[in-house]
Each structure stands twice: as C-alpha cells, then as structure tokens.
C-alpha cells in the first residue's frame, strides 16, 4: 500500500523535531557534571535554563512569522543549522554565565520546531486528520528527550562533557541539509497525486477556518481564540520543561541515583510521553466517532482527560523508591504529551493556514513564559521546601487550564468525519 506524501512529509519534520529536541535536552543529562565542573548551584542552573527559555519565549513568535514569510523549505533549515551550531559552542562554555549565553543562543534558534511543525500540518492535512499528524511530529520532543541520556552519558564517559554538545549538535546540520534538498510544499510537490491533494484540500464539512486576508499578530491577539489555546499552553507547559529540565537532577539530589542510573532509567518517562503523543492524536477522532461530537469538541475532551492523568506526577511525594518515582514521571509524561498535542492542534484548527506558525508561535510564547516562570521557582525553592510540593503544582495548572479552554472555547464547529 502506497504511503501518502503527506505522511512522508510528517515523518521528515518528526526526525527535526527528534534532534531539536536531543540538543536541547543535552543539558539536562550534563547537568550533575557540569554543576561539578563549574561550581554551579541550583539556583545558579536554573538562570541557565531560564537563559534558554527566555530567549525562546520571545523568539516563538517571531521564528513563526518569518516561517510565514520565507516558506518552510528555507526558513526551517536556516534554523536548524543555527541551533545546531548554537548546541555545538556549548563546548566552549567556561562557567556558567557563558553556559547561559550560549544557552540564550539555543533558544533563539530552536524556537521555530513547533511553528515549523503545526505549519506543515496545516497545510499538508485536512483538519479530521490534524491531531494524528500532530502526535507524529510531536514524538520527536519526547524521543528527543529519550535518546539523550544513553548519548550524552555515553560521550561524556569516553570523550568528555564537551563532546556531548558537539555531537548532539552536529546532527542537526545534516538533517538541514535533507530537509532543504526533499521538501516541497504542496501545491510544488511532483510526488503529490491528483487524489492525495483533494485529500487535502477538499474538506468542506471541516470547521475549518475562512481564508480571507491573513490576520497581523495584532488581530491574533484580539481573538478569544488565540487567548483559548494561549493560556492554557501556559499552565500546561510548566510540566514538560519541569520534565526535560529537572528529572535527571531530581533523580541524582532526591533519590540518590548516580549518573549512569539515571542514564539507564530516565528516558522511560519520554517512552511514555511518545505514546501519549500517538494515542492521544488517535484518541479525538475515536471521541468524534465515539461520541457523535465536534471537531473542537474531541480536542476538549483529549485536553481534560491528560489533566485528570497529571493527578499521578503530582503524587511523586509520597513515593519512596526511585523505581515508583519513575513511573509517575511515565504517567506525566503520557498525559502532558496527550494534552499538549490536541492544545497545539487547535491552532491549526482555529486560524488560516497562512499564519497558522504565527499564532502557534505566539501561543507557544505564552507556554514559555509559563515553563521559565516555573523552572526559576523551582531554581529559587526546591533546595529549601524539596521538589515535593512543586510537582503537586504541575496537576492544578493543567485542570485550571482544562477548565479555561471549555470556558472560552465556544465558537460553533461542525461535525467532521473523524479518521
């Protein structure tokens, strides 16, 4: 059976994301050598995480503009080869302040994976589809994360800390390179068939939204739509980057792991969030079937159901083992990549596909603003009150959103034939 361009396409923008996120969660791994390397304490770690953060939360916006306007073709491989140069000149870092500059850098770059991605779902996807598409390209985050312990560790033991971000960094320019020489959009695609394009294109029972002339990023701001998806991507993100920032360290200062345990150990919970990726992407189309709901509707329901699941992490206190610890780490990593997939889709669903990476990158501002918020507090409590009480934090946020999007999330949507 032949494979719909389409899903090539996907599955090119899903290795991107894989190595976006492997350079990007390089740190982590590093994180309990480099505090010995250069004297850093948790507060201090916590700047340099912050340093990334920041600079991502005011690039997002911007990287998916310029995504708009030069087309992802070139604009997806002019910031790929920058992250991973960025990643690479972590090498060169001799303290933390410089750790946090080249930091800075990362997140400039490394800003425009998620635009780049819901962009490519918008237009390569007819909406009934989007959350699966979504789920695939959303693995990469999580299967990023997952191969990072064994290959950072691995680079360190035989060649050094330096070593780690080098490698994890030069990957990136290759795939670059790929994704310039194979991509084309649709409408210039000569592998794209007659059949698969009114596939795409043809959907006129879809709650689509009308193109007309595309909205600036003021008018986004305007919209209740944009402020539906926007605030509760900022209560959600909190627990991912708690996830990619602070498992490895958790793992080490409360429950006594040494560096290749958490090698061995600490990519599970990045297992389980691929699989809430992928099942989550299916699970709206099987509520639409299911249930006899809306397109808008499914995604509601996948949102509330990963906020029900976040209760597990948020119990991580009352665990004595490392082993129990670890697996309600699995159970947030499900539910938080369940959630954040159907929240991420409905940027594609609510908004023209011409400006769909803007107003993606917008919202994934607001989600940054609320991950360094979060990472900074825990910089500034966790050595004095425990990471305890911090996670319990993570399942209030995500249920609060859950309740924000049924509020302002109203707009009528017709019913779709889910896949």
Known sequence: MRIGTRWWMIGLVTIGTVLNYLARSSLSVAAPTLKGEFAMTTQQYSWVVAAFQAAYTVMQPVAGY????????????????????????????????SLAFFRGMLGLTEAAAIPAGLKTVAEWFPPRERTVATGWFNIGSSLGAMIAPPIVVTCIAIWGWQSAFVVTGGVGIVWAAVWYIAYRPPALNPRLTDAERAHILDAPEEAAPVEGAPLTWRAVLRTRDFWSIAIPRFLADPAWQTFSFFIPLYLVEAKG?????????????FLAADAGSLLGGYYAPWVMRRFDVSLVTSRKIVVTTGALLMIGPACIGLTVSPAAAIALFCIGGFAHQ????????????????RVVATAGGMAGS??????????????ALADTIGYNPLFACLAVFDLIGAAVLWTLLRRPAPRAQPV
């Not at 607001?366 to 910089?379: Q, V």
């Open 257 to 269: 792991l040494d560096l290749k345990s958490v090698a061995a150990f600490a990519w599970l919970p």
């Open 66 to 97: 310029l995504l708009d306007m030069l087309g992802l073709r070139l604009g997806f491989a002019v910031f790929a080869v920058g992250w991973s140069v960025a990643n690479c000149c972590h090498a060169f870092a001799a303290g933390w302040p």
């Open 366 to 379: 607001a989600a940054w603003i609320g991950g360094m918020s979060f990472s900074l507090t825990i910089g």
């Open 338 to 353: 369940m959630l954040s997939g159907a929240l991420m889709t409905l940027a594609a669903d609510l908004f023209d596909r």
